[in-house]
């Protein structure tokens, strides 16, 4: 028997997952014109730690994209090298809106079940009045 | 005295149904953009229903699951949230109509005691 806490659970593990996405997914846009800066990436793995239900998601480990920096040509700039150039971020902004909208249909399908789940319960609940 | 009523144990086990099947939707979704994951179903009622036959159905475990074979996406996940939305849909539905017929059966039991 699979409680609807167990099911609920599942459902808030999703959003907050989906949560510290956005979280990396915002400091990549609020750094893309940093000098130097590498985009963080993580990727969703299952819950490891046995204290949520099991089918539970987290977000892994914060990953550098390894992807070569944007090379900016601006003598004036304080940090341009001998050639006039200085490396930018590797933040591509379309990326990241891109990745901001599957975030965010994620987070409201999670937000749909756990809804779902909450009427249900209330539902059963609801037998044992009168 | 008092009959074991199968229309009480059929809508209970529907209503555990749904509820594990809920549950595996929850799964699939809270996974929606897990690599390599694969949505998983379990079997359906009916099928469950015509194999234990009525007795069968106290006892029965619904929490068996397997890979509902949706196409893949490019990073190796083939949850699709559109039908995992119309699987949690039907989910609740199935949960309500299951609490319905339990709510009526009981609701006869009352008047049949006069009350």
Request: hydrophobic content about 40%.
């Amino acid at each position: 028997m699979s409680g609807f806490s167990e099911t609920m659970g599942i459902a808030a593990s999703g959003m907050q997952s989906q949560t510290e996405r956005l979280r990396l997914l915002s400091e990549n846009i609020a750094n893309a014109d940093t000098p130097g800066y590498r985009r963080k990436t993580a990727s969703f793995e299952p819950y490891a730690a046995n204290t949520m239900p099991e089918g539970s998601v987290q977000l892994g480990r914060v990953q550098l994209d390894q992807t070569d920096l944007t090379t900016i040509f601006d003598p004036s700039h304080p940090m341009a090298g001998p050639e006039g150039s200085y490396d930018g971020s590797n933040v591509d902004l379309v990326v990241e809106i891109a990745d901001a909208r599957e975030a965010q249909r994620s987070y409201e399908a999670n937000l749909r079940v756990f809804d779902q789940v909450r009427q249900m319960s209330s539902a059963l609940s609801d037998l044992l009045r009168r | 005295m008092f009959e074991p009523l199968e229309i009480f144990d059929l809508a209970a086990a529907r209503a555990r149904h749904a509820a594990t099947r809920q549950n595996v939707v929850a799964q699939n979704i809270a996974n929606a953009d897990t690599p390599g994951y694969r949505a998983q179903s379990i079997a359906a009622f009916d099928d469950i229903y015509r194999r234990l036959g009525p007795d069968g159905l106290n006892s029965a475990d619904f929490s068996r699951t397997f890979d509902a074979k949706t196409p893949l996406s490019p990073n190796g996940n083939s949850v699709s949230l559109e039908l995992e939305m119309v699987a949690s849909v039907d989910a609740q539905r199935a949960h309500s109509r299951a609490l319905n017929v339990y709510q009526s059966a009981l609701n006869i039991l009352r008047t049949s005691i006069g009350r």
